[in-house]
């Protein structure tokens, strides 16, 4: 199939690098055309605009860091929706609120263009290995048309309804995994006076009933932290964290809900980017928060 993909960064990369082994003819483009080399030694084609992307591909994924990014690439002078895209299928992959994402589908839908959202679950890791966990929202017409796709690329695969309801969805599913890195520190805090080894204690968390999968694939990388030691490569940085749990609150206000716990996780994870550790992958604030004192 001709794919375009819009956003090229760690899991833009990794999906598009998937495509292109399964023997898809893949088109990119990437606002740092540093991220799109590897790409195009691969096979891919690096196109100059977003809109070049469109007219190359039958299906244009993006997969994007916020709503204003999207708002530029999809609806820029070279945007995605500059050209004629009139039967083309857009999906957009993004982790952002269902607002912005049923605000695209009207302006795609305007110019002749299908859409669905479809945010994924999952790291690089399962992004290379075809696992990752899809959550969609669109018609069911539109999403039949992915969903070949969405095949070589997921373990599962979860319409959770029209479009805006796959980014609700990956907000919701984000927030069990965001807010216990916080506990996670908080715990280490109580039990800091025992000295326990950091493996140790991992395996003791991992084994117990209250652990989430998280734990298990990324205990190691947990232990590293609080020996001191660093890891790579990182895989989800601070930084991205507090972008998603902005969106989640951004969500639950749409809503008239509230979510403390995500407030405060949030404002935590501020404090450690301010502290300049951004960056650095989001499994470290456990030790982070274990470790500074108790003020």
């Given at each position: ?32 055309v ?37 708002s ?22 993004s ?134 030691k660093?890891f ?11 972008k ?52």
């Amino acid at each position: 199939m001709r794919i375009g993909v819009a956003g090229t960064g760690r899991m833009g990369g990794a999906i598009a690098a998937r495509l292109l082994r399964l023997g898809h003819e893949v088109a990119v483009w990437n606002r740092t055309v540093d991220k799109t080399r590897a790409l195009a030694a691969a096979g891919a084609k690096v196109m100059a605009t977003p809109r070049e992307v469109a007219a190359a591909a039958d299906i244009a994924m993006t997969l994007l860091t916020d709503a204003p990014a999207l708002s530029a690439v999809y609806l820029g002078n070279n945007g995605l929706l500059a050209g004629d895209v009139a039967g083309k299928l857009f999906v957009e992959m993004s982790t952002v609120s269902s607002a912005t994402e049923r605000a695209l589908a009207g302006k795609v839908r305007a110019r002749g263009g299908a859409f669905i959202d479809c945010p994924v679950g999952g790291t690089v890791g399962p992004a290379a290995e075809g696992k990752l966990f899809a959550f969609i929202g669109g018609e069911e017409a539109d999403v039949a048309r992915m969903r070949p796709v969405l095949e070589q690329l997921c373990r599962r695969i979860e319409h959770v309804g029209p479009v805006g309801a796959g980014a609700t969805m990956k907000l919701t599913a984000n927030l069990l995994t965001q807010v216990f890195w916080q506990s996670m520190g908080e715990a280490l805090t109580l039990c800091k006076p025992l000295d326990i080894p950091p493996e140790r204690l991992m395996s003791i968390f991992s084994d117990m009933s209250g652990a989430p999968r998280v734990l298990h694939h990324r205990a190691g990388d947990i232990a590293a932290t609080l020996a001191g030691k660093d890891f790579a490569p990182v895989n989800f940085d601070i930084d991205s964290v507090r972008k998603d749990l902005r969106a989640m609150l951004e969500e639950a206000r749409a809503l008239g809900r509230r979510l403390p716990v995500a407030q405060r996780a949030l404002e935590c994870f501020d404090e450690a980017s301010r502290r300049g550790l951004g960056a650095k992958d989001c499994v470290t604030l456990p030790a982070i928060w274990s470790q500074r004192a108790g003020d």
